[in-house]
């Protein structure tokens, strides 16, 4: 009789590969990681990938459009955050971090021809990273450059990573609107032939073409929390 399929931490949309559905799912606190056909779960290969020393383990993961690639978010909930690039076929780690200090909120998004991959991480994005260093974390900005955290975007199959800093001259009394859900950093990380699609706190989406630059300037905000001020780089 068949064991009972235990229930994944996480696991990818369905994905087609050598011409079947497939899923990849990350197992158990060891961290298993199976790549098994679609729906029946059966298991084509397993893989463990340990979390880290610090206790930083993968909390979501997903793969490329043509199911050659996979790519995870790590976060320890202390403060520290990694993530993992693994070949499909065969399923093996290739790259990632184990850990940085900072957070990051999403797996990070592939390009629709699987070139590179990209996030959004930074130590700030718990709330407090628009206040200054001498204010309590919810005090609202004294006005001027900040730094919202950075995107990293990490090449393939080269495994180059670089990193890009998001930058933002605040209003002075600029705080974020709790109430929309958007005021931990960027989110919503997209990526093309075109550039990169992302939207940071204030809930208006910003586009940057490539070659991304080493500092991203982002439109300035509203001094409400929501939205810009002025029409300064709406879309």
């Given at each position: 009789m068949q064991e009972p399929h235990e229930s994944p931490r996480c696991e990818t949309e369905p994905f087609v590969l050598d011409g079947e559905a497939q899923v990849v799912e990350?197992?158990?606190?060891?961290q298993h990681v199976r790549r098994c056909r679609w729906p029946s779960r059966t298991v084509i290969e397993e893989v463990e990938c340990p979390g880290s020393d610090r206790g930083?383990?993968?909390?979501?993961?997903?793969?490329?459009?043509?199911?050659?690639?996979?790519?995870?978010?790590?976060?320890?909930?202390q403060g520290e955050w990694g993530y993992d690039v693994f070949r499909t076929r065969p399923l093996a780690r290739v790259a990632?971090?184990?850990h940085d200090f900072g957070y990051i909120l999403e797996v990070p998004a592939f390009a629709p021809d699987a070139s590179c991959l990209v996030g959004?991480?930074?130590?700030?994005?718990?709330?407090?990273?628009?206040?200054?260093?001498?204010?309590?974390?919810?005090?609202?900005?004294?006005?001027?450059?900040?730094?919202?955290?950075?995107?990293?975007?990490?090449?393939?199959?080269?495994?180059?990573v670089t990193r890009h800093e998001l930058h933002v001259d605040l209003p002075p009394g600029w705080c974020p609107d709790e109430s929309s859900g958007?005021?931990?950093?960027?989110?919503?990380?997209?990526?093309?032939g075109g550039g990169v699609r992302l939207t940071p706190s204030?809930?208006?989406?910003?586009?940057?073409p490539w070659p991304l630059p080493p500092v991203i300037a982002?439109?300035?905000?509203?001094?409400?929390?929501?939205?810009?001020?002025?029409?300064?780089?709406s879309l």
């Open positions: 990350v197992i158990d606190d060891w930083s383990f993968i909390d979501g993961v997903a793969a490329s459009a043509s199911g050659e690639w996979l790519v995870t978010m790590r976060f320890t909930g990632g971090i184990d959004g991480a930074g130590p700030g994005f718990l709330g407090g990273w628009w206040s200054h260093p001498d204010d309590d974390a919810e005090e609202p900005a004294r006005g001027g450059p900040v730094s919202l955290g950075f995107l990293f975007v990490h090449r393939l199959p080269s495994h180059e958007e005021w931990w950093g960027p989110r919503a990380i997209t990526v093309d204030w809930g208006v989406p910003v586009a940057v982002l439109p300035v905000p509203h001094p409400s929390g929501r939205g810009l001020s002025g029409a300064s780089g």
